[in-house]
Structure formats: C-alpha cells, structure tokens
C-alpha cells in the first residue's frame, strides 16, 4: 500500500471538506447521482419527480451543490436547466483513499468552464 507519511496539504483538506460537507446530506446525494448517471441537463421539476421532494427543498440542495461546484446551471429563458460537472466527478476522489492515506488526485477549483455558471 502507498502510505504518504504526512496530512493533506491544507488547501486539498479545505476543498475536500467543502465537498464532503456539501455532500452530507441525503437528499444531495440522491441529486449528484441522478444527475451524473442521468448525463443530461434536468429541470428542477424532473429532479423533484426523481427524489421525490419538494420543489423549495429540492432548490436549496441546488444551490448549495452548484456553490461548490459539483453542479452547473444553464439558464435557458426563464427556466434553468441543472446538470452535473464533470471535471468534478472525474476528480473526486473516495473517502477510503483520503482516511488511508492512499495518493488522491489534487482536487481542481472546480469551476465552470467558460460561459456555464454554477
């Protein structure tokens, strides 16, 4: 096993943490997965049908998820359109190779590319 000898450094710990703690919560667990397995852009009326929750609560996840990136939102019109980020997804790494010390990838400002909001 690779055992590094020392902690993260503190900003990888920081980000880690603001994604473990977005993720703390069941209902935006339900909402990463839906989105990432969906593959395409959803409304928040297609997400409320899939976690079965309200529509307020089901915005506040939104909002919290897209703060930390792990969401994107495209605004077409008056409506948005919510999808998962994928340079997120691809760089997230598992609590087991974080808590055993296990080489994790660095964790990228997980910021939109040009032209997408969070």
């Excluded at 980000?15 to 959803?42: C, H, N």
């Excluded at 994790?104 to 909001?117: H, I």
């Amino acid at each position: 096993m690779n055992v590094e000898k020392g902690p993260l450094e503190r900003p990888a710990a920081v980000e880690y943490a603001s994604w473990f703690k977005a993720l703390a919560d069941a209902t935006r667990v339900q909402i990463v997965s839906l989105l990432a397995r969906r593959g395409v852009p959803m409304s928040v009326g297609e997400i409320v049908e899939a976690v079965d929750v309200g529509q307020s609560t089901v915005s506040a996840h939104l909002k919290i998820l897209s703060e930390v990136g792990f969401v994107l939102v495209e605004r077409q019109g008056t409506s948005a359109l919510y999808r998962i980020n994928d340079a997120c997804v691809e760089c997230f790494p598992s609590a087991a190779d974080l808590v055993m010390g296990r080489p994790a990838p660095a964790p990228p400002a997980c910021t939109p590319t040009r032209g997408e909001r969070r």
